[in-house]
């Protein structure tokens, strides 16, 4: 490790508020560097890739909270359901059912986000707003017991212009209060608004973040 893992992870806690929580997010570093973390207190981890994961969570501490925040296909929800902590980029209906039904099998519930896609980028995967909309309203997830969404997860476009970034993670706000007063009102658990990497979480925590995730400026740049 030619950079210091622990004061990165300091530096990134120190510029959060109270109650806003850091997934760190790991992706193609090796296990070293999450143990780096893990010494310097951090418990929750970030993964996108199903194999990847699965073979760093059977070696690391089993206090890991591992959060998976990439695409997720349908096929991979039965290795990871065991022991994921929440799985922070559901993008589907078909997804949402097939997390249920793994959850169940593990006899659990397995808390979840739901990703919009707001960025005008057409690569990133989400749920539209009305796409979303329309999951909410179908009134099909009241009856998946062993999933809870706990909340809505985005990027925002990958783009220099602050003003940009900051009115599609506000446009995710506005959506999460619509969302919060027509579903989940007297639900505690619907509170997460994950938004905010590497290059605009301080921007992210301005526009009402509770949970970033954060990889680069904590572990370096990835070599994929
Ligand atoms: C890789 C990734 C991150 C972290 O990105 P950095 O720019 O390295 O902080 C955050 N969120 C998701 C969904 C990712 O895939």
Known sequence: MDFDVARNLRGVLADLPEGVKLVAVSKYHPTEYIEAAYAAGQRVFGESHEQELSKKQAVLPKDIEWHFIGHLQTNKVKFIAPYITMIDAVDSPKLLREINKQAAKNNCVIDVLLELHIAEEETKYGLTLDDCRSLLASGEWRE???????????????????????AEFLAAATFFDEVKAQYFANDAAFKERSWGMSHDYRIAVDCHSTMVRVGTTIFGSRVY
């Open 144 to 166: 998946l017991h062993n999933v809870r969404i706990c909340g809505l997860m985005m990027m925002a476009s990958n783009v220099e212009d602050e003003k940009q970034i900051r």
